[in-house]
């Protein structure tokens, strides 16, 4: 039997939350436009707890609502050695309704020319997607799009329908039809890779976290949680309780938060906090009171007052990491030789640093940091350094 855990999806929302012209006409019962990322980042998020439900790695190729270059997005999925990449669209003609049956509509599979692993992967996920909700089914088609082109392994790019056409563009605001869109998708994808696929209620790692002791007599359960990192980056959060990279839903800038706790737990030996957004979906924010503080609870969260009275790490700017290929080892004591590998931090990312060290075995010396609410080592080489 072929494991699912053996692969990497890359997955790909289309465009950004801003970007200018990609969204419906203004739609009249609800009162505004609706923007083609809204629709593409949700589908995104769908099949990415799909596919890990399923046993696969997933990777974001574009994890914040910002409108990530497209060479960004493929270098970031050739980079991990994803072994395929879907990326979601949602098409559009004239930019205008033209009334019921006047408009073009229907959802459609690109690949790149002459591409028999894009082809194949586009007919698997066409035979799910026709079974849905029913669409005008325009085909695959051989296109030059940058996402199928540069994408060293088989690619698809699916537009889901048009954005300008009236009842296809309700369609994008329908939870429904993105979690249906989602699920044909991961169909075809464990279908491709000889992978059988796990409805959900059937447990996995993702919509039923492990019970670790967290209850709903916490005291911060309920509450608001925010975020209180001052790095540009901002502070990472999870779709899976884990601090791992692969995982990141997204980043919460100083002052932003999640309005729901639902729990507090333990997470590779660090507090996180399982959250819920506006909208109900559930996501893993740290729980650190060096990073976030929870509302109407006496300055801090987790019963613990104010930041750390015995010296507790404190973060006087951030390092970005520079001078590696892919990622920089993150290690629990300034020696290379014989500290213990905490975790990676990808190129261009941004860590809080506390200080730095000469340590030993490195001729740049060590950055002292903070990962996952405790002290780490970076290889100085690697880290340039911002004060904040
Ligand atoms: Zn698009």
Redesign the pocket.
Known sequence: MVKASGFLIALDD??GLGTAG?RTPYIPSIGRQIQ?NEF?ERVTYFLKLELERCGFRTLLTAPTDADTPLKSRTDAANSMGADALISN??NAFDGKFDGPGKDAEGHSLHIYFNDAEDRRLAEHIATYLKQGTKQVYRGIIEQNLHMTREFNGPAVLVENGFMDNEREALLTFNEDFQRETAREQALGICDFFGVPYAAAGNGGPVGTPPDTGGTSNDPVAGKRVESIYKGAEGLDFYSCPTFDDRYRAGTLKFGYGFPTIVRNLKVEGADMYEVKNSRGYVYYVTASPLFVKVEGSSQSSGGTASPPATGGPIAIGELTIIGVANAAIIQDRPDRLTSKNLGTIRKGRNIPVTGSVKGKNSSSGYWEVIYNGKRAYVTGEFGRYKAY
Request: hydrophobic share 0%.
């Open positions: 289309g465009h990609k083609e593409n669209h949602y």
